[in-house]
């Protein structure tokens, strides 16, 4: 049940509703009628150009910037079955190095010495924890909650020598780490 409106609150209401311009003649009428004053200028009129409608979720049909296409999906360069299987996380790590705590100066010889040993170990799949990162805070520079290993570690595994043993590297399943853990599928030896 609602409460009665006092008289000192509906006197302060009527104050405020006085004030209030309707949303109809405003929308109406956006601009104060003023008498109309022609200038003459001595530079030609140019059309603005006009924009096609455009709904959100719809593709543009303008040809805008070429740098600025869509990058095509990651070449996936294992077999299609055996890359879902890592994706589910049904394929079991051979082998995992935990990189958490380390520096950048400790993490990269490390992960050097065990993709390179894993290879000459003749393993397949290994997983390369590197931790989610601390938050950052909110006066960071630089957006985002990645940690610094989290970051770099693809880069290495991108690099020489690393990426002549690897055949993929991928964010593993959730059960393996999630985002904070990388799978790395390694080449077979000829």
Do not use: C
Not at 6 to 33: C, F, G
Not at 110 to 131: D, Y
Not at 181 to 187: N, Q, T
């Amino acid at each position: 049940m609602a409460r009665k409106i006092k008289s000192d609150e509906q006197a302060l209401w009527k104050k405020v509703a006085d004030t209030a311009i309707p949303i109809h003649t405003a929308m109406a009428d956006p601009k104060p009628k003023t008498p109309k004053t022609v200038f003459k200028s001595s530079k030609p009129i140019v059309a603005k150009p006009t924009f096609p409608l455009f709904k959100v979720g719809s593709k543009s049909h303008l040809n805008g910037n070429p740098s600025r296409k869509e990058a095509p999906p990651p070449k996936i360069r294992m077999d299609s079955k055996s890359f879902g299987k890592l994706t589910r996380g049904k394929l079991r790590p051979e082998a995992r190095l935990d990189l958490h705590g380390m520096s950048l100066s400790e993490a990269h010889p490390a992960l050097q010495g065990f993709i390179l040993g894993s290879a000459q170990l003749q393993r397949r799949l290994v997983l390369v924890i590197t931790g989610k990162g601390k938050p950052k805070s909110d006066f960071s520079l630089t957006p985002g909650t990645q940690g610094i290993l989290q970051r770099n570690v693809p880069i290495w595994l991108a690099q020489a020598p690393l990426s002549s043993v690897i055949l993929e590297a991928t964010p593993a399943h959730q059960r393996h780490g999630g985002d904070g853990a990388i799978y790395v599928y390694l080449r077979k030896r000829r």
